[in-house]
């Protein structure tokens, strides 16, 4: 996805909020917003919003006396849908097509997002996921591709999951786990980020929510709010490009790969109206977006 001339004030508004978060004075806020002022008019808006993201919170990490501002917002996410799961499981025990209830909670963690709702009520949100998680069966779009999703379940060996937000992570145990239960035999490889970046999850987040148990923990090696993969390791794209499958969770991940040059399955809510701008997306939806090859080879490394 491209960057749009919206997209600005908002690299803005993420900077300065960073910026407050990692404890840095009114003066160190100001020449940071000064020295993104300068790298603005460099940034090709053929970039992608993620790679400008790094730059965003790079300047942050610099001037600010924190290196993970959003630590205790991501300990607090950790937390808060740990205390749910038990309620997660048994929704989807109880649905009649349990492995696609676990794709619609999967998705609806993806509202965990302070990128997008800095002043984001973590459990007024979650609360809200298990009260209307029902919503979701009414989105089955071209936007939401369940059946191409299972076929592709069916033949694949080995998948590379995408990872997104801390506490999110919890909803991908979710859909991790039934994906484990109906296709025995899988091999997934659950990739978090190589150092803190926004509330993205590290290492440590995946372990905590269980996931070392389910699947291989990788870092992309990537520093950026998104899988921008000329910012990703040498080990990480071998793996990227050899999986039989791409789960991509966020719009994050969807913004840096939605160009890409393989197939993927994006999961993640709609929550940007410039996102929405490039499809005929709405906000809120439920998306879950099954990306052929493009032949378009920015990506390539």
């Known amino acids: 996805m491209k960057t749009y001339l919206e997209c600005i004030p908002c690299f803005f508004k993420q900077a300065l909020h960073a910026a407050k978060l990692a404890g840095s004075s009114p003066k160190t806020q100001k020449e940071i917003l000064m020295r993104l002022s300068k790298e603005i008019p460099k940034f090709s808006l053929n970039c992608s919003p993620p790679e400008m993201g790094r730059t965003i919170y790079s300047l942050v990490n610099k001037y600010s006396p924190k290196k993970d501002p959003y630590a205790a917002e991501k300990k607090k996410s950790n937390e808060l849908s740990l205390a749910i799961y038990p309620k997660l499981k048994k929704l989807v025990k109880s649905s009649e097509k349990p492995l696609l209830k676990a794709v619609e909670l999967a998705i609806a963690g993806n509202i965990i997002d302070f990128g997008v709702k800095a002043n984001l009520n973590i459990k007024r949100e979650l609360l809200s996921i298990i009260k209307k998680h029902e919503a979701a069966d009414k989105q089955q779009n071209k936007f939401f591709q369940f059946k191409a999703f299972e076929k592709k379940l069916k033949k694949c060996k080995d998948i590379l999951y995408l990872g997104d937000n801390a506490g999110e992570t919890v909803f991908d145990r979710i859909l991790i786990e039934e994906i484990l239960a109906k296709h025995k035999g899988k091999k997934i490889i659950y990739a978090v980020k190589d150092k803190p970046v926004l509330n993205d999850a590290l290492f440590e987040d995946a372990e905590e929510s269980g996931l070392c148990d389910l699947a291989e923990i990788v870092s992309s090696g990537s520093d950026a709010p998104?899988?921008?993969?000329?910012?990703?390791?040498?080990?990480?794209?071998?793996?990227?490009?050899?999986?039989?499958?791409?789960?991509?969770?966020?719009?994050?991940?969807?913004?840096?790969?939605?160009?890409?040059?393989?197939?993927?399955?994006?999961?993640?809510?709609?929550?940007?109206?410039?996102?929405?701008?490039?499809?005929?997306?709405?906000?809120?939806d439920m998306i879950l977006k099954y990306h052929r090859r493009n032949d378009d080879t920015q990506y390539k490394r």
């Open 226 to 284: 998104g899988t921008v993969l000329k910012f990703c390791s040498k080990e990480f794209m071998k793996i990227y490009r050899s999986a039989d499958m791409v789960i991509s969770k966020g719009q994050g991940n969807y913004e840096a790969l939605s160009n890409a040059n393989r197939e993927i399955f994006f999961l993640f809510i709609a929550k940007c109206p410039v996102v929405c701008k490039g499809e005929t997306f709405s906000l809120k």
